[in-house]
């Protein structure tokens, strides 16, 4: 654990920040202002991926409007740039927050670090795979009795998946007003002693 800290302590830099925002924006602008409209002008939907809230109902909905095999390799094409920007997202995520840890060092901090917290971005990165891999399925034709399992598999993962990225948000905030406040309270200049200004 220490060394992979280390290793992240090694990297959350202004550069390694700014690499990781930048691949982050730029995924994340083509996927969504690029990708998901020719998606969307194939299928008449936009991509489950980016649906929220997604029912089961939606889903089923949505999957039998498709064309037999029409939307294949536009998703295919959306879901790999996505998944570049999750990844992306999740790595600024980690240097953001072990940045922000190493400016004002607690106790708070450290036991937060030692729990595991820098793992969460990763879980919403594993969610959004297996989501990913449960939407091919059906943009791919699914039918018979894996169906309806795979379309609630996706919906009730999709859910947690936002859950956690609003948790991620949540936290972000929490960490960035503790910093500040550290930083205040620190430059505060200490108070003087209240004795008697006359001498006795």
């Given at each position: 654990?220490?060394?992979?800290?280390?290793?992240?302590?090694?990297?959350?830099?202004?550069?390694?920040?700014?690499?990781?925002?930048?691949?982050?924006?730029?995924?994340?602008?083509?996927?969504?202002?690029?990708?998901?409209?020719?998606?969307?002008?194939?299928?008449?939907?936009?991509?489950?991926?980016?649906?929220?809230?997604?029912?089961?109902?939606?889903?089923?909905?949505?999957?039998?409007?498709?064309?037999?095999?029409?939307?294949?390799?536009?998703?295919?094409?959306?879901?790999?740039?996505d998944l570049l920007y999750m990844v992306a997202s999740a790595w600024l995520?980690?240097?953001?927050?072990?940045?922000?840890?190493?400016?004002?060092?607690?106790?708070?901090?450290?036991?937060?670090?030692?729990?595991?917290?820098?793992?969460?971005?990763?879980?919403?990165?594993?969610?959004?795979?297996?989501?990913?891999?449960?939407?091919?399925?059906?943009?791919?034709?699914?039918?018979?009795?894996?169906?309806?399992?795979?379309?609630?598999?996706?919906?009730?993962?999709?859910?947690?998946?936002?859950?956690?990225?609003?948790?991620?948000?949540?936290?972000?905030?929490?960490?960035?007003?503790?910093?500040?406040?550290?930083?205040?309270?620190?430059?505060?200049?200490?108070?003087?002693?209240?004795?008697?200004?006359?001498?006795?």
């Open positions: 654990m220490n060394s992979v800290l280390e290793f992240l302590k090694s990297r959350a830099t202004g550069r390694g920040l700014a690499i990781a925002a930048g691949t982050a924006a730029v995924s994340g602008l083509i996927s969504r202002l690029i990708l998901a409209p020719a998606y969307h002008g194939i299928t008449g939907f936009t991509p489950f991926d980016v649906q929220f809230p997604l029912s089961p109902f939606m889903i089923a909905v949505e999957r039998g409007g498709y064309a037999e095999g029409s939307a294949v390799a536009a998703y295919v094409l959306f879901a790999a740039v995520f980690i240097l953001g927050w072990v940045w922000l840890f190493s400016k004002v060092p607690t106790r708070l901090f450290a036991f937060l670090t030692r729990g595991g917290i820098l793992m969460l971005p990763t879980y919403i990165v594993f969610l959004d795979i297996a989501t990913k891999v449960g939407f091919f399925r059906l943009v791919r034709g699914l039918t018979g009795p894996s169906f309806a399992a795979t379309v609630e598999f996706c919906a009730t993962v999709h859910r947690l998946k936002f859950a956690l990225i609003d948790i991620r948000h949540y936290l972000t905030a929490a960490f960035l007003l503790a910093v500040v406040l550290g930083l205040v309270i620190r430059q505060r200049p200490p108070r003087r002693s209240s004795g008697s200004a006359f001498p006795s």
